[in-house]
T-cell receptor
Framework: GAGVSQSPRYKVAKRGQDVALRCDPISGHVSLFWYQQALGQGPEFLTYFQNEAQLDKSGLPSDRFFAERPEGSVSTLKIQRTQQEDSAVYLC??????????????FGPGTRLTVT | QQQVKQSPQSLIVQKGGISIINCAYENTAFDYFPWYQQFPGKGPALLIAIRPDVSEKKEGRFTISFNKSAKQFSLHIMDSQPGDSATYFCAASPTGGFKTIFGAGTRLFVKA
């Protein structure tokens, strides 16, 4: 079956531009996570959705970062006025259950964002 | 604040040898400890996971050892193969929580 897909796979943005990153989770998965992975580091939690509800956004680095999942399936991570420090791989993961820690997270391939 | 510390940063093992990666955590509220494997250009994939009510879990060549009192857990890869060459991340998440905390990763290279 289809896994988690993300688009675009690569994005180059000039500093100050806005970008939108898309995540298509596995069909029927209740939970959706966004992570930021800097080069040579582990993923860092950004935000969590249970269906369409954003239950935790404590990891978003600034108010330039915004995520939504309006219909409880596809999610978009938007970064406004991109800065060089935003350059990273953005990973999306989904899991079947409603309690994030109790179910396996399936990761997408990520979107590599480079801000020039 | 780094809540999950992972070592070593990199590891080279001969084919057929045992690879050992260690992690330590600080937050006693953590109750789920997965290990992920990541290949270049791919997202992490769950390898094996453990909860603190057991001290060891084995799946094929992969074993997690868990020491609750020391707040440490480790991954052992037996009979390491070149195909195991990847980056491995330990992680931890709290009871009923959503925020999974990852270690910094260990780059494993298995020499043929």
């Amino acid at each position: 079956g289809a896994g988690v897909s993300q688009s675009p796979r690569y994005k180059v943005a000039k500093r100050g531009q806005d970008v939108a990153l898309r995540c298509d989770p596995i069909s029927g998965h209740v939970s959706l996570f966004w992570y930021q992975q800097a080069l040579g580091q582990g993923p860092e939690f950004l935000t969590y959705f249970q269906n369409e509800a954003q239950l935790d956004k404590s990891g978003l680095p600034s108010d330039r970062f915004f995520a939504e999942r309006p219909e409880g399936s596809v999610s978009t991570l938007k970064i406004q006025r991109t800065q060089q420090e935003d350059s990273a791989v953005y990973l999306c993961a989904s899991s079947l259950g409603a309690t994030g820690s109790s179910y396996e997270q399936y990761f997408g391939p990520g979107t590599r964002l480079t801000v020039t | 604040q780094q809540q999950v510390k992972q070592s070593p940063q990199s590891l080279i093992v001969q084919k057929g040898g045992i690879s050992i990666i260690n992690c330590a955590y600080e937050n006693t509220a953590f109750d789920y400890f997965p290990w992920y494997q990541q290949f270049p250009g791919k997202g992490p994939a769950l390898l094996i996971a453990i909860r603190p009510d057991v001290s060891e879990k084995k799946e094929g060549r992969f074993t997690i050892s868990f020491n609750k009192s020391a707040k440490q857990f480790s991954l052992h890869i037996m009979d390491s193969q070149p195909g195991d060459s990847a980056t491995y991340f330990c992680a931890a998440s709290p009871t009923g929580g959503f925020k999974t905390i990852f270690g910094a990763g260990t780059r494993l290279f298995v020499k043929a």
